[in-house]
């Protein structure tokens, strides 16, 4: 270490003083510790130990230089993937956690519906498509109503991620379901606000075609939507 | 004959059998592999039964099946809701160890259809219901028209010790009962085990119970036409002149009788004669038994078997009809039987 001072005698000297005889010990100082080599080449293929290894240094280089940037790249899936950067940890899959979150998008949706403070009272497809279209879905308490894959049908949850084929839903047993959107109609309700006549309050039931949501959260934002016929249905 | 318009369903075919059954058959081992009991087993809705014989045979008939009492038909309609079948007393007394028959309305080919037999529910339904409703099925096989909506076959096993209140595909058939297919539809329903019980738990969903006999009706001086003993494969004109007149005969049509003369602008039939029979040919009164409802296939079976054991030598015929639109027609004369199946 270089804080030792230089009279004090090398640990490894001492300690190789136990195993070995002076002389000996002195050889293996000398050439295992103090003159040992440090490697600065990372640990990929040697160039000069084969050919195979020399083609692919080779290439490599050439392809580096031809690169106008040298900024880092973005991650790769698989990368993602190891570095675990998007998933949900598992003391936070836990289905309470994201009731308020519903709650909020609730009062979200009835404000982007222009249902709150009792503004209006019905909605009709012409005027909710395009604002539906462009809302934002984490919060959503979303049930699988019909799909190719019998397996998905019946499955409720909270979306916790909107990607763009998929929806990530929390169930209430706390289990995360990743859902594919292609050729499934997921459906949610929007209830109306309290006011004196809280009996007959019925929630309004929407039905979303997942074909046509598949795109991601703030795209979608931005998208212009098309009238769609689906001769699947 | 006429050229096939493209929007035509494929033409509907009838199979002719000629078959020869054993003198006598034993009761408690009916050949069920044989024609004609796999016939009659193989449809297993049937609404209309008509048997035709000559006259003594007839009355021996009509005396076994009164005191038998095998001729009475005793069937239920009734209102219910998909989930009242799978859940409560209808569901452990008849399906889990009862054996019942049910079918419920609906056009088929155009409506959703169910029915439930030997513990096996049925449902016929279309694309969109089919992927609401969550189940494994298959599709139904058009015959490969092209361009037509595709329906779909969900069948569920319910007598497996996996069908049971808790278990997960259990559970996910009870939730498509009660979200997807709610609706409350007509059913026939018979007790297989106890055919003329009127008690049970489907008393408590108001059946209408309906009780018959079979109608008797007679056709005097029918001319008959001459039986082969044997049909050969090629021998097309045979099986439709013997089928044509069967079906004459089940519809009490004057044209078979003696001595019917009918414009012939209206009908140009004459019953099928060999050249060296005289024209009186030979004439008896028949007699024809129709009963309409609801039948399994085991009632048409007991029915069978006490018309062979009155018939004797002489020969009878029997036709049926069932819900999907197929028949079936059986002639034995002494040994030899003929089979036509219609499926259209």
């Keep these: 270490m270089a804080t030792q001072p230089k009279s004090a005698s090398h640990i490894a000297a001492s300690l190789l003083a136990r195993a070995h005889s002076p002389d000996t010990a002195e050889t293996l100082l000398r050439e295992k510790v103090k003159q040992r080599p440090l490697l600065l080449r990372p640990t990929s293929p040697d160039p000069t130990l084969n050919a195979r290894a020399k083609r692919q240094y080779e290439r490599h280089q050439k392809a580096k230089a031809q690169r106008k940037t040298n900024k880092p790249r973005p991650l790769s899936a698989a990368q993602k ?21 519903h709650a909020m998008w609730c009062a979200y949706m009835r404000e982007i519906l222009g249902l709150s403070e009792g503004k209006k009272s019905h909605v009709d497809a012409q005027s909710a498509g395009p604002v539906l279209v462009s809302a934002d879905y984490h919060g959503a308490l979303l049930e699988i109503v019909r799909s190719r894959c019998p397996s998905r049908v019946g499955l409720k949850g909270i979306v916790v991620k909107d990607t763009k084929f998929t929806f990530e839903l929390i169930t209430k047993g706390d289990a995360l379901k990743t859902v594919p959107k292609e050729y499934t109609v997921f459906r949610f309700e929007v209830l109306l606000e309290e006011t004196q006549e809280s009996e ?25 939507f098309r009238w769609h016929f689906d001769p699947d249905l | 004959m006429f050229l096939l318009n493209k929007d035509e369903k494929s033409p509907p075919k009838c199979y002719f059998t000629s078959s020869s059954l054993a003198a006598y058959i034993d009761h408690a081992q009916i050949p069920r592999k044989k024609k004609p ?24 008939l009509q005396k076994v099946l009164s ?5 009475t038909l005793h069937f239920a309609k009734v209102y219910l809701k998909l989930e009242d079948i799978l859940t409560g007393d209808f569901f452990n007394a008849y399906i889990k160890t009862g054996n019942i028959l049910m079918l419920s309305e609906g056009r088929p080919g155009v409506d959703p259809v169910f029915s439930l037999s030997d513990g096996i529910l049925r449902l016929e339904i279309d694309r969109p219901t089919f992927e609401r409703v ?18 779909y076959a969900v069948e569920l096993n319910l007598r497996l010790p996996s069908m049971v209140r808790g278990k997960p595909g259990f559970e996910r058939v009870l939730w498509a009962a009660r979200n997807v297919l709610n609706h409350s539809l007509a059913w026939v329903f018979c007790n297989l085990r106890e055919p003329n019980d009127s008690a049970g738990p489907i008393a408590q969903h108001q059946p209408v119970w309906k009780t018959s006999q079979p109608q008797v009706e007679t056709l005097r001086n029918v001319l008959i036409p001459p039986f082969p003993d044997h049909v050969s494969e090629n021998d097309h004109e045979t099986a439709e002149e013997l089928l044509e007149w069967l079906s004459l005969v089940n519809i009490l049509s004057p044209r078979v009788q003696k001595g019917d003369n009918v414009d012939p602008a209206i009908s140009r039939y004459e019953v099928p004669t060999t050249s060296n029979e005289s024209a009186e040919g030979s004439t008896r009164d028949l007699v024809r038994l129709r009963w309409r409802g609801f039948m399994p296939s085991a009632f048409i079976e007991k029915l069978l078997l006490a018309t062979l054991k009155s018939v004797g030598e002489d020969w009878y015929a029997i036709a049926a009809r069932s819900f999907d639109g197929q028949a079936y027609t059986i002639l034995q004369n ?8 219609y499926q259209g």
Aim: hydrophobic share 30%.
């Design chain 1, 81 to 101: 993937r190891k570095l675990s950067l998007y998933d949900i940890p598992p003391q936070q899959r836990k289905y309470s956690i994201y009731e308020p979150v």
């Design chain 1, 200 to 224: 007959s309050r019925r929630p309004m039931v929407f039905e979303i075609h997942g074909n046509q949501f598949e795109t991601r959260a703030p795209d979608r934002a931005n998208k212009k």
């Design chain 2, 37 to 60: 009991f796999s016939t009659i087993l193989a449809h297993t809705f049937t609404h209309t039964l008509d048997i035709a014989l000559p006259n003594p045979s007839a009355e021996t």
């Design chain 2, 67 to 71: 005191n038998a009492k095998d001729g």
């Design chain 2, 134 to 151: 969550g189940l494994e099925g298959k599709p139904i096989p058009s015959a490969g028209r092209k361009h037509i909506k595709v329906r």
């Design chain 2, 334 to 341: 002494g040994s030899h039987t003929m089979t036509w199946e």
